[in-house]
């Protein structure tokens, strides 16, 4: 009875470290690079601030969005916009959009964006500090 009993503390210790030790640690800093869809395409500048992302989006839409709300899933970590009132365009589309990054080594980010209608992807680079 008692190995019986220590097994599954020792399962339930296991399934509450496991998480912790795998968690994404959320980006820092400035990355950029292009994500598309099926039919377009953007540049994409991210600025990543503890539980907070501005993403500058790139012609042909020219906005920004700030993110916050961080959520570890694991091997990657998602956030929800804040856009204010008075956003118009693609920018208002973004509302309520999730938006993924999953570290891909140290310099380079997978992403994704979902929109009405759309699911942007692509990779992004961390930009030098000379380059921002």
């Not at 804040?82 to 140290?106: K, M």
Request: with cysteine; charged share 15%.
């Amino acid at each position: 009875m008692h190995s019986k009993v220590s097994r599954i503390i020792s399962a339930a210790v296991l399934l509450f470290l496991v998480p912790l030790v795998a968690s994404a640690t959320p980006p820092t800093g400035a990355w950029r690079g292009m994500v598309w869809t099926g039919k377009k395409q953007m540049i994409l500048t991210v600025h990543f601030d503890g539980p907070k992302a501005t993403l500058a989006l790139g012609d042909p839409y020219n906005c920004r969005v700030t993110m916050a709300g961080l959520t570890d899933y694991g091997n990657r970590v998602a956030y929800r916009s804040e856009i204010g009132p008075g956003a118009d365009g693609f920018c208002d589309t973004v509302r309520d959009a999730p938006f993924v990054a999953r570290p891909l080594g140290t310099d380079e980010l997978q992403i994704g964006l979902d929109t009405p209608g759309d699911h942007w992807q692509g990779q992004l680079q961390r930009m030098s500090p000379l380059s921002m």
